[in-house]
């Protein structure tokens, strides 16, 4: 039997328009990356044609907010990471940021009035207030639970009986990683979807459909474009999701730009390379961090004494590119004296770039949640989280160690 083509084969060839006559004004040449197609609209040959296209009986385009062959580009790409030959039926949409795809995604899963959607306690904190607020403002109703738990899972799933479960692959920022395959076997039973964001993950540690979810989120921001330089969403899913996610898209219209598309994909080709280096030099730190004096606790999924070095071995191929760790000095203070006191490492939110990125979760990304919802997640005021870039490993662990002494 003929052997697929490999995952990093597929980052770099799939999606490209490079043939069909539409594609190439002139046939004695194509462009071997597909162009930026700048333009709202799409014509046809004859006006039957377009009638057709827009009735969806024949394949093409007809109006930006709907498709572009740019951002078709990048979609098929996608789908190819996540979902080969083995599913069938899968289609990839992009957004213009994680949250309009997480949005299209809990809607797609049809969270109206009446109906409860379980969600992680450890979730980024916009989609819990998305829930909580847009969701909760139309009747529906969110609860939450330990998705790192799971006897807690199969409790709360079988008590509520929810439309949709919504948990992330890897958290933010103890790393905890979620049994997807036990999850998946648990909202199956009950008829409830499981939505997962892989954001931290990506389609190269994971493909959550294979695990058995539903519906899988990327903010496509952070890892899968990888460069800092722009802001996307991407939701995949098969029948019946994909077509509700399609339908929100061309309706709410939070559809991506060809521009940001192209540079997805351009980043997307490099993903592979690019997680290899950030989850190695990601391990080499949090063992460097584990050792030292200045240093109480440091997680990342493969130090052996995280909760979930077992569970990661079964459902990442590898364990990924965050660490996160608490200062032996107490209290805020040390943490933004450490960062401050960074000279390589760039300060500043977000995640998943070739730059190795320092940030203060407490006062970043659970900004908005009580000090004792805070300490009751384990986001402690000294707890410093690093998003691993592409640099040579000894250089970021000697601009650690620099900061580290200063403390
Ligand atoms: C896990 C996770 N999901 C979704 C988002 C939202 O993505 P975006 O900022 O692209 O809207 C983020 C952003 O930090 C995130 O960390």
Redo the contacts with the bound molecule.
């Keep these: 039997m003929k052997q697929p083509r490999r995952f990093e084969t597929r980052a770099v060839h799939s999606g490209e328009h490079r043939t069909g006559a539409g594609d190439a004004r002139d046939g004695s040449f194509y462009p071997i990356s597909t162009p930026i197609y700048a333009s709202t609209t799409f014509s046809h040959p004859n006006i039957e044609t377009t009638d057709r296209v827009l009735g969806g009986e024949e394949q093409g385009y007809s109006y930006a907010r709907y498709d572009n062959p740019t951002v078709r580009a990048f979609e098929e790409a996608l789908v190819s990471l996540e979902a080969p030959e083995s599913q069938a039926g899968v289609r990839a949409f992009a957004f213009g ?4 795809a ?1 949005h299209a995604a809990l809607a797609a899963a049809e969270l109206t009035g009446g109906a409860t959607v379980l969600a992680a306690e450890q979730l ?1 904190g ?2 819990a207030t998305l829930l909580v607020q847009v969701f909760g403002a139309n009747g529906v109703e969110t609860r939450f639970v330990d998705a790192y738990d799971l006897g807690a899972v199969e409790k709360k799933v079988a008590e509520l009986k929810p439309r949709a479960v919504v948990v ?1 692959s890897i958290s ?1 920022p103890l790393l905890r990683v979620a049994d997807i395959e036990a999850i998946s076997g648990i909202t199956r039973a009950a008829g409830s979807a499981l939505i997962v ?1 892989n ?2 993950g990506t389609p190269y540690l994971q493909r959550s459909l294979e695990l058995g979810a539903d519906i899988v ?1 990327h ?4 890892y899968l474009s990888g460069h800092g330089d722009i ?3 991407v939701v995949a899913a098969g029948p019946p999701y994909d077509a509700a996610v399609e339908q929100i898209r061309k309706l709410v219209g939070g559809v991506l730009g060809p521009f940001e598309a192209w540079l997805a994909h351009r980043g997307l080709k490099t993903l592979p390379l690019r997680m290899n280096r950030q989850c190695e030099n990601a391990r080499r730190i949090a063992s460097r961090l584990a050792t030292h004096p200045k240093v109480t606790k440091v997680n990342h999924p493969s130090l052996e004494d995280h909760p979930d070095h077992e569970t990661a071995g079964r459902v990442l191929s590898d364990t990924g590119g965050l660490v996160s760790f608490e200062l032996a000095a107490e209290g805020r203070e040390a943490a933004f004296a450490f960062l401050n006191a960074l000279k390589l490492c760039v300060k500043a ?3 998943g770039d070739v730059y190795t990125l320092a940030i203060h979760p407490a006062t970043s ?1 659970h900004r908005e949640l009580s000090p004792s919802r805070r300490e009751r997640l384990g986001v402690a005021e000294n707890l410093v989280r690093l998003s691993v870039g592409i640099e040579h490993a000894d250089d970021v662990i000697s601009d650690l160690e620099q900061a580290l002494d200063t403390l």
Excluded: C, I, R
């Design positions: 940021s994680g949250m309009a997480t980024y916009s989609t992330e933010n964001d954001t931290f989120v903010s496509a921001t952070k802001t996307a969403g939110p977000s995640l990304s």
